[in-house]
């Protein structure tokens, strides 16, 4: 008979867990999951190359009714103990707004009670588990959900359209938070989700739910944009069917319940006109706004406006980014955020695209430019005479090379990786864009002579720009690659596959750039979009600083005057390596009717003067590379001296080092330890000496040693020739193992792959050539007495 402790943990569910809770009246079918994966793995990026890490995954999660989740089991086998899976579960059950968490091994459970005042902790056999009832009891306790009416609402079912799809575990937090705080009487929400997480789809689900129990019966949702209203009626609003109407032309008619409207199609700015007073003050009960944080001034009091007159209704704020300024607050109409799903945690759950940063300093930016006296533009109009910089040019002053240069840095990335990959420019406004299309054209006019809406401009004035604007967000679409544009494209627009974002405008506000971003920020992995970059003439990523800026790049770097851009097969070759949260090496798998907008978002107001110059010499000045830090900060100080600190910090003297160093069976440890540290070794490399062994780098950087070449400490090691012991072939093997460390360090030769590459496969298979040594523990000896040797004179 098999033992209890050699039973897996799939076994110890499939026996004891799955029977525990069915005896309790669980239904299995309806109410029980199992290895809920609830995220969808970090995506990581090396060059072009993008892989997945793991996903967060659960053992059970007990739904009182679909997606409504009471209770969470984490198992564990029977090695060990009942108590085992409590701290995962907890941590999952904080993640997943759940109440309860039980871990099992199969002897019976251990529960903690998130609702308890007194004893949160206690062991049950395995026939006291909870019934459905007095978990959902205790979920209602959690919930602070106290009369039938809020119970009834709040167990109001989701809507299903037959399909697989499913709200993922934030969007269902988001949904059950804001319906309970309605059914509870709160009459202001505001939800904070980053650009790209759905926020369209929450709404409806919470639309549907509270329409569907009878707790709101008329429903206005309101947009800033027709391409939003758009968007909206055609995906998942559809389903709302002939009980929805889109309010045009100021056209009311109250025989709907669901309502879409541009704010400003509900308004003429004249009190006594103005469309919505069609409606009586009570009409409506319920009032979503999307994208709450934008507008100017006139139109934030043009929504203010609408949400005053229908005040008795509850009002919904969605948004990406609260807006915070001395004028405009939306916490202080709608109250904190009832919940927040941020771009950091988006793209930590694998939901959202992480990106790099390429900064691209130009002399004109960098140190200004001042015209000689008596200079005259191309019009003939006298410049004044001053400094001009970044903030001038192309508002005040444009410089026909530097909008060129910028071009040219444009299509020089793009053919570096690829000329079909979609890029939006952002120009500083109208004329900004229109001449930045020209500049981009005439850079690419081996493929603009091939379609001529290879690059497009695309802003509120321009008709045939706007008309393509579907063709360039539909990832089946090639043309057109690239667009530019000033503000029109900053939001609304669901571009899956952009991959290329270009700043070259300057964006003061942290809202507006957060918009940007998220023009990137989305998945789609059929068409091999799983990563962005930005391409930043003007500082405008310094905005990564601001404490309010919440998802930091996976890599940032700064080009100079000589500094071409890297090849996604260039980066791949510098050997960096990347480990997950559990400290586990990453290993990169080979790469796999248009809208009416409205004009909002380019306004031309009178003209002011504006100089056109040209005869200007532009150039890419050299400036240093930017680093992020193991929690994805910048790295504003030297590298050396923050190297230097972080590895003192570990090891207090060089003698501390040394010990570990010696010691450590395997070098990649210590490296990973320094790693997890924040200590960015492939980006010191860079910095101080790609020849020089790691272990040299940390002695030099932290404790000032005379460093030696990887190529030199293999040179000495042949000078002493310490491998006589072995035969012909085996020395033969220990040579190459050499030369593989003077080229590459280290990390690589520890790594019993590297038998399986060039020039090891020359002396047999991996097994064949451990068998040479006598077998592995006597390969990895010769191993560990070759990098003994290696460091001897340490």
């Not at 799939?10 to 809770?21: E, G, H, S, V, Y």
């Not at 053992?59 to 089991?73: F, M």
């Not at 056999?125 to 119970?151: N, V």
């Not at 944080?293 to 406006?305: F, L, N, T, V």
Request: charged content about 30%; glycine content about 6%; aromatic content about 10%.
């Amino acid at each position: 008979m098999i033992s209890k402790k050699d039973l897996s943990e799939r076994d110890i569910c499939t026996k004891f867990i799955t029977p525990a809770l069915e005896q309790a009246g669980w239904d299995m079918q309806k109410q029980v999951r199992e290895e809920v994966g609830f995220t969808d793995g970090r995506i990581y990026v090396k060059g072009n190359l993008t892989t997945r890490g793991k996903r967060k995954r659960a053992d059970y999660i007990l739904y009182y009714k679909p997606n409504i989740p009471v209770a969470i089991i984490e198992a564990k086998d029977n090695k060990h103990s009942v108590m085992a899976g409590i701290q995962q579960g907890l941590d999952y059950a904080a993640i997943l707004d759940i109440p309860t968490v039980f871990s099992s091994n199969g002897d019976g459970f251990y529960e903690h009670d998130r609702t308890s005042s007194g004893k949160i902790e206690r062991e049950l056999s395995l026939d006291e588990f909870p019934t459905p009832e007095q978990l959902w009891e205790r979920y209602k306790r959690y919930k602070g959900i106290t009369t039938p009416e809020a119970e009834r609402i709040s167990a109001q079912d989701y809507f299903f359209d037959g399909t697989s799809r499913n709200p993922r575990y934030y969007q269902q937090i988001a949904i059950n938070r804001t319906v309970e705080a309605i059914a509870k009487g709160q009459q202001r929400i505001l939800l904070t989700m980053a650009t790209g997480t759905g926020k369209t789809y929450t709404a409806f689900q919470i639309i549907h739910r509270l329409w569907k129990a009878g707790a709101k019966k008329r429903i206005l949702f309101l947009a800033d944009r027709n391409a939003l209203i758009d968007q909206t009626r055609r995906g998942d609003f559809r389903h709302f069917k002939d009980k929805m109407t889109v309010i045009k032309q100021k056209k009311i008619d109250k025989s709907y319940e669901i309502y879409l409207a541009l704010y400003q199609g509900l308004t003429n700015y004249d009190e006594d006109k103005d469309a919505y007073r069609e409606f009586s003050e009570d009409f409506f009960d319920l009032i979503v706004i999307d994208e709450c944080h934008r507008g100017s001034a006139s139109e934030d009091s043009a929504w203010r406006e609408i949400l005053e007159y229908f005040k008795t209704a509850t009002h919904i704020g969605l948004t990406a980014t609260p807006k915070e300024t001395d004028t405009v607050s939306n916490t202080e109409y709608f109250g904190d955020p009832i919940y927040t799903y941020s771009l950091k945690q988006g793209i930590q759950d694998g939901f959202l695209a992480p990106y790099k940063v390429l900064r691209v300093g130009l002399n004109v930016d960098l140190e200004g430019w001042r015209p000689e006296a008596g200079k005259t533009d191309k019009n003939g109009q006298l410049i004044d005479d001053r400094i001009y910089n970044r903030r001038d040019y192309d508002k005040s002053l444009v410089i026909d090379e530097r909008t060129e240069a910028v071009a040219n840095k444009i299509t020089e990335y793009l053919s570096k990786t690829n000329r079909f990959d979609k890029a939006i420019v952002f120009c500083v406004d109208i004329d900004h864009a229109q001449r930045m299309r020209a500049a981009l054209a005439n850079a690419n006019s081996d493929l603009m002579t091939q379609n001529p809406k290879y690059v497009m401009q695309i802003t509120g004035d321009n008709d045939e720009g706007k008309r393509e604007l579907d063709n360039f967000i539909n990832p089946e679409e090639r043309y057109p690659v690239i667009t530019t544009t000033s503000k029109l494209m900053t939001t609304g627009v669901d571009a899956q596959t952009c991959k290329l974002i270009v700043l070259d405008s300057n964006i003061g506000s942290m809202t507006e750039f957060k918009q940007i971003i998220g023009r990137g920020t989305r998945i789609n992995e059929e068409f091999g979009k799983t990563f962005f970059t930005i391409l930043d003439f003007r500082n405008v990523t310094d905005l990564f600083a601001d404490p309010d800026f919440d998802g930091d790049p996976v890599r940032v770097k700064e080009l100079g005057d000589d500094d071409n851009f890297e090849t996604p097969e260039e980066e791949i070759a510098e050997g960096e390596t990347f480990t997950d949260d559990t400290g586990e090496e990453i290993i990169f798998d080979p790469p796999t009717a248009p809208p009416e907008i409205i004009t909002g978002g380019d306004i031309i107001s009178e003209p002011r003067t504006k100089y056109y110059v040209n005869g200007v010499n532009v150039a890419v000045l050299n400036e240093r590379i930017q680093y992020m830090d193991g929690n994805g900060k910048l790295i504003t100080g030297s590298l050396k001296d923050y190297t230097r600190q972080k590895v003192r910090e570990q090891y207090h003297s060089l003698d501390d080092f040394l010990n570990k160093w010696n010691s450590a069976v395997k070098k990649q440890a210590i490296i990973d330890e320094l790693t997890e540290q924040g200590v960015v070794l492939e980006n010191l490399k860079e910095a101080i000496g790609k020849e020089m062994d790691i272990f040299d780098m940390i002695c030099h950087t932290a404790f000032d040693q005379p460093p030696l070449t990887r190529a030199e400490r293999a040179k000495q090691v042949r000078k002493r020739d310490v491998f006589t012991q072995y035969g012909e072939q085996a020395r033969q093997v220990l040579n190459a193992l050499l030369d593989k460390y003077a080229d590459e360090g280290i990390d690589n030769i520890e790594d019993i792959k590297v038998l399986m590459v060039n020039p090891f496969d020359q002396f047999g298979t991996p097994t064949e050539i451990i068998k040479l040594f006598g077998g592995k523990s006597q390969y990895l000896q010769a191993l560990t007495q070759l990098e003994q040797a290696l460091y001897q004179a340490a």
